[in-house]
């Protein structure tokens, strides 16, 4: 099997979500931490100009975002399955709100001037590179940031409807294995969670705090870390595995020069040639002088898939 490497940090919720996937299949991996914040020559050369975290490289295959990254590891490690049929429309569906909205309200919580001043403890110059970062990333982006007021309402409105379904007494969100959603919940609950000012948010909700325990006890896999340069070398030394062919899009070819972009925020556009295009990925190659030839994989939704010059 080709190793599975992840390039993250620490902080990162939606690398959390995959280090627990990984936990939750017992999987060994190796770890690339990558920088918080542009710029990330290291990753760029993988993706083409992608930037968000986490990414899962295997060999010369580069997958970008966790809804993709999942769906991977899931045909990777079978079991638990996260997609299991009692739970087919439903548990991706959770994910899908957990991972956009209830992720956007989680943000501004963690993100407080308190909470990053406790943070950065001090550090004030690396404070304000994060917040312009993430200011510039979120500029012109079709989905906006929640303000802090809007989020916290939001948010302590879920947990209230997530408290109550828990009390039922299931381990998980759709029974006594996990899907897709209890990691998507998951991961901007433990973003709040983790940050001392804002955990007393949860102090009221006891079956949510169980639920979160039993998920942060699947731990995250069998991790050993390698660079960047050593992880861009096995980019190099490997060739490309590709297990589609074809175009589901009626309007693009195999070998077409595409671009694709995020639709919500962060929508670095990345350039290559088609390669395929199913239901579930749109997969485009692409050279780099340090990482050769890569295949650079996305989920279609929630991207904008189009045929370059367009
Ligand atoms: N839809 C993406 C969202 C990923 C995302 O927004 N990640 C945040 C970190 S948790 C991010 O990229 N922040 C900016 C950065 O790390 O450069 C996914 O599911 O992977």
Redesign the pocket.
């Known amino acids: 099997m080709t190793d599975i490497i992840l390039h993250h940090y620490p902080m990162?919720?939606?690398?959390e979500k995959i280090r627990t996937i990984l936990g939750a299949k017992q999987l060994a991996w190796k770890s690339v931490i990558i920088p918080?914040?542009?710029p990330?020559p290291d990753v760029v050369a993988l993706t083409g100009g992608y930037?968000?975290?986490?990414i899962l490289q295997m060999g010369a295959n580069i997958i970008c975002?966790?809804?993709l990254?999942a769906r991977k590891l899931n045909a990777l490690a079978p079991m638990p399955d996260l997609y299991p049929a009692h739970a087919a429309m439903s548990a991706p569906a959770i994910a899908a709100w957990a991972?956009s909205l209830l992720f956007n309200s989680a943000v501004p919580l963690a993100f407080t001037p308190e909470v990053l001043a406790q943070t950065f403890a001090g550090r004030e110059a690396e404070m304000q590179a994060f917040v312009a970062?993430?200011v510039a990333?979120r500029k012109d982006a079709p989905m906006p940031r929640v303000s802090a007021h809007d989020a916290r309402n939001n948010f302590i409105l879920w947990l209230g409807k997530l408290e109550r379904e828990l009390a039922i007494g299931s381990t998980y969100l759709f029974g006594n294995s996990p899907t897709i959603a209890d990691f998507s919940v998951y991961h901007p609950l433990w973003f709040v969670a983790t940050k001392p000012l804002a955990g007393e948010l949860f102090k009221d909700y006891p079956n949510v705090r169980r639920w979160m325990a039993g998920v942060k006890a699947l731990g995250h896999g069998n991790s050993t870390e390698i660079s960047s340069t050593e992880a861009l070398a096995i980019a190099k030394d490997t060739k490309i595995k590709l297990d589609g062919e074809g175009s589901a899009l009626p309007d693009l070819e195999p070998g077409d020069t595409i671009v694709v972009a995020?639709t919500?925020?962060?929508i670095d556009p990345v350039q290559g040639r088609l390669v395929y295009c199913n239901d579930v990925e749109v997969v485009l190659a692409r050279e780099d002088e340090r990482a050769g030839k890569v295949a650079v994989h996305f989920p279609r939704l929630?991207y904008s898939i189009k045929k370059a010059g367009l």
Request: hydrophobic fraction near 30%.
């Open positions: 990162s919720p939606f690398a918080r914040i542009m990330k930037r968000k975290t986490p975002d966790t809804a990254i991972d970062d993430r990333m995020p919500d925020y962060g929630n």
